[in-house]
């Protein structure tokens, strides 16, 4: 049996439309963030066929050197803005070398290191050459101490304390600093401490990484720059 449905019209209706069955979902939409992409996806996305030039005028994009970072906010006074975090990563086998960052290894340790990433190295049997000295090493650690005293009846012995060693003093690798990038080589340095642990060091690499940083973030800011010149453009 049809149910009665009582309807009230206001004064000025003129047309009523009753629809039977399930009503269209209602959609809403949303933020849209897109992470972990590379600084090259910002300029992908400005290039389309269907970015506005008054959302342009409404947005901003954000880059660092330090953080190795880009920052795409499309829309910023939109309800729904489109925000794009693009980031440079620098190569998984740089960072597991450990340089410059205080790593002790035992000359073993550092030797069997080597020999697993023996192809990194701008030539192999250099790499092969420096393990076999690590796990031979020759080592002499002098110590010259002097007896000091000073006008007050204070004394103290200061030790002057060197290292010498068979190892190379340094070598050179050959790997891209960022992923997806070309090789670079970068010179790293062997340090031995008086208890024969190794460190590596380069003062080298700092300034290669912020020298390709700056080329890649800044090439892709001008890119963007010479595209959409009416992009509001800030530097962290």
């Not at 080592?139 to 204070?154: Q, S």
Request: with cysteine; net charge negative.
């Amino acid at each position: 049996m049809a149910k009665e449905i009582n309807i009230s019209v206001e004064n000025g209706v003129k047309e009523l439309v009753i629809r039977n069955g399930e009503a269209v979902p209602v959609h809403t939409g949303r933020d849209v963030n897109v992470t972990n992409v590379t600084i090259f996806s910002l300029f992908e996305f400005l290039s389309k066929e269907n970015v506005l030039l008054s959302i342009i005028l409404d947005s901003a994009l954000i880059f660092s050197y330090d953080n190795l970072a880009m920052r795409l906010v499309y829309g910023l006074t939109e309800r729904h803005p489109y925000k794009l975090n693009g980031s440079i990563l620098l190569n998984p086998d740089l960072e597991a070398f450990e340089i410059n960052k205080g790593k002790r290894y035992s000359t073993f340790q550092l030797a069997d290191f080597i020999k697993m990433n023996r192809h990194l190295f701008e030539s192999k049997s250099v790499a092969m050459e420096l393990v076999s000295t690590l796990k031979n090493i020759k080592a002499t650690v002098n110590r010259a101490i002097e007896a000091n005293k000073d006008d007050r009846g204070n004394k103290r012995a200061l030790i002057d304390q060197v290292v010498q060693s068979n190892i190379p003093e340094s070598f050179n690798i050959e790997l891209p600093i960022f992923k997806g990038q070309p090789k670079v080589v970068v010179p790293v340095e062997v340090v031995l401490d008086e208890d024969l642990e190794c460190m590596l060091v380069s003062p080298d690499l700092k300034q290669i990484i912020a020298e390709e940083s700056e080329r890649l973030i800044g090439g892709e800011v001008e890119k963007i720059r010479e595209l959409h010149p009416q992009l509001r453009i800030y530097q962290e």
